[in-house]
């Protein structure tokens, strides 16, 4: 009751000095929106991220040949085994993983014609394209069927098909990879960058088997797993590291999950978001000393009133509760006024770039909300008190 | 109801000291119309300053209602201004942004009187000064002794024991001061203490008493004398 009394009050001497209140809101309202912009991009940035992971498959597990850590006390060296297409077809039928491919690469030259090309070229199997959601612009991806079965079709990526075939259609077309004959049998749709840096668009796709002799390799280069369950990440990765132990009596492969990576990526673009908002947090001290500004100047204009208010026996706390009042207003205002012109300018920048997912976070409006009413206090308790301690005899006598 | 013994009032000035109020011993009776007169200078407006709490003695007692002003805290001070002692000034100090009402409205706004009691206790109080028609007005739209009068109606809208009323026709002419001359002195028929500090020696002569301050020092006079 006497509270509202006192915020009425506040108001009634805000109203007094427009411009005055008018500018420092607007400072606060910079400040916060600047706070939502900058966070709200760093979101975008954490989401468009994460959801270009989530294309490449985050249900991952990834087997590769050899130990990453170091292990002490492996004897003579610790001698790898190959992981081997036997290795690929037994993690294919665990329970827990969906689907297996696996992966032999090379960079070879491919030529078409007079026309030749470096490029990466994947040997691997049908399942490469659910695992890794590839799309197709013409004809079919690799044929299922065994893994162990030579063939000699060809899938390029697009930037391949482009540069080979310069417009016309490579379909049923052939190219050659050192002395083998192949078939194209389909071109990928564009798919642009991946996040692990590797160019399906400039790449080359053949069965496996063919890519092992071709290259002559003995082990695979890895071997991609789709879980069956996601939540099971965990107990698949430890089923494929106790089937891979079991198979060639020593823990030689290792294994990785995706959603480790992106989880640690996503944990990075969070501190960078959260030091973006810190950056922008700086501006809200700036208008914080603003709203100090303006409170000083309002004490020193209004010595008489405060004089009066102490003559009148006015208690010193409820001045400075009244003249705190209005920091925390102009703060509040402030804040509410970046709120909506952060939400527009977000909402702005989404209808511009549709493909950006800018969107402020939960605990950016909550922290928003927070610091505005924070910078009102923090910034409005040393004029106040300078209020309440002004000689009542000497601030009357002025007038 | 006012006691004053030995009240000294002094302020370091540089390197010497300025005497204000030079060993005051003055008694005031409830009801009584006092006024407090002597050139500028003299020290009326410090000892108006020290009857209303709003100073202190530098040496002697002021004891009001019995308590020893000098040994209060300044919340206790605040407490007896505040239900109390009313002060009218020369200048008025109405708030611009407020009207009549809400400037009569603001010592029990502060005193945290609730929002229905202000309004009833206002009207009372601007019927009073005979200013109720004009409680939605705002200072600026107003006389100089309609102002004076809200501003008396202020100070008397918490009941207080006195009025402390610092050259409050000083800046008047002299029909308004009459006016404001007349509800003042009804108030004081009706109980209320008035002191009023004043050089202007008609209206000095309209009180009971009159009390001479000169270079800080009292010579008690009788009324009349001018």
Redesign the interface.
């Known amino acids: 009751?006497?509270f509202l009394?006192?915020l009425g009050?506040a108001l009634?001497?805000l109203?007094?000095h427009r411009l005055r209140t008018a500018l420092s809101v607007t400072g606060v309202a910079i400040g916060i929106t600047a706070v939502l912009a900058l966070t709200a991009l760093g979101e975008g940035a954490r989401r468009y991220i994460v959801d270009e992971f989530a294309t490449l498959g985050s249900n991952l597990v990834i087997i590769l040949p050899g130990k990453v850590e170091t292990t002490g006390g492996v004897p003579f060296g610790g001698v790898t085994h190959d992981l081997t297409l036997e290795d690929h077809a037994a993690l294919a039928r665990l329970g827990r993983l969906a689907r297996a491919a696996p992966i032999a690469v090379a960079t070879e030259t491919l030529r078409h014609g007079d026309l030749g090309r470096s490029a990466p070229i994947l040997g691997t199997t049908a399942d490469y394209q659910e695992i890794r959601r590839l799309r197709l612009a013409a004809g079919t991806f690799l044929p299922s069927g065994d893994p162990d079965r030579s063939g000699t079709e060809i899938v390029l990526g697009t930037k391949v098909a482009q540069e080979l075939f310069r417009g016309e259609s490579p379909l049923g077309q052939v190219v050659r990879v050192g002395p083998d004959r192949f078939r194209v049998v389909g071109v990928l749709a564009p798919r642009g960058l991946s996040m692990l840096g590797f160019d399906l668009d400039e790449a080359a796709f053949i069965p496996v088997r063919t890519a092992m002799r071709l290259f002559n390799r003995t082990s695979l280069f890895r071997v991609v797993a789709e879980v069956r369950i996601f939540a099971e990440m965990d107990l698949a990765k430890a089923d494929v590291l106790a089937l891979l132990k079991d198979r060639h009596r020593a823990e030689d492969v290792t294994v990785f999950t995706q959603d480790a990576l992106l989880a640690s990526f996503s944990a990075i673009l969070r501190v960078l978001t959260l030091s973006l908002a810190g950056i922008a947090s700086v501006s809200l001290v700036v208008a914080g000393v603003g709203i100090m500004n303006v409170m000083l100047v309002s004490v020193t204009e209004r010595r008489?009133?405060i004089?009066?208010?102490?003559?009148?026996?006015?208690?010193?706390p409820?001045?400075l509760l009244?003249f705190l009042a209005e920091a925390v207003i102009l703060a509040a205002l402030g804040g509410a006024a970046g709120l909506a012109a952060g939400a527009a300018g977000v909402g702005l920048l989404a209808l511009v770039y549709p493909d950006f997912p800018v969107a402020i976070p939960l605990w950016a409006v909550g922290a928003a909300v927070t610091l505005s009413f924070l910078v009102g206090v923090g910034f409005g308790v040393w004029p106040a008190r300078r209020a309440t301690r002004l000689d009542?005899?000497a601030a009357?006598a002025r007038? | 109801m006012i006691e004053l013994q030995g009240v000294w009032r002094t302020y370091p000035v540089g390197e010497g000291v300025v005497h204000a109020l030079r060993d005051v011993s003055l008694a005031i009776a409830p009801g009584e119309h006092v006024a407090l007169i002597g050139p500028s200078g003299s020290g009326k407006s410090t000892l108006l300053h020290i009857l209303g709490c709003l100073d202190r003695p530098s040496q002697g007692r002021y004891c009001l209602e019995g308590r020893d002003v000098g040994t209060l805290s300044e919340a206790e001070r605040s407490l007896l201004r505040r239900t109390r002692i009313g002060f009218v000034f020369q200048f008025f100090h109405l708030l611009p942004r407020l009207t009549a009402q809400g400037n009569v409205e603001l010592p029990m706004l502060f005193a945290g009187v609730p929002r229905e009691a202000r309004r009833t206790r206002a009207a009372e109080v601007l019927a009073s000064v005979g200013l109720l028609p004009r409680a939605a007005h705002r200072p600026d739209q107003l006389s100089g002794g309609e102002r004076q009068r809200v501003a008396i109606a202020r100070a008397v809208v918490m009941n207080p024991a006195m009025v402390l009323a610092d050259e409050p026709t000083g800046n008047l002419d002299r029909a308004s001061a009459q006016e404001v001359m007349g509800v003042l002195e009804a108030m004081n028929r009706q109980g209320l203490t008035l002191v009023v500090v004043t050089h202007d020696p008609i209206l000095a002569a309209r009180a009971k008493r009159v009390v001479h301050l000169s270079d800080g020092m009292l010579a008690d006079a009788p009324a009349g004398e001018g």
């Open positions: 009751m006497a009394d006192l009050f009634g001497a109203r007094g008489a009133e004089g009066l208010l102490k003559a009148l026996g006015a208690p010193a409820r001045i009244a009542p005899i009357l007038r």
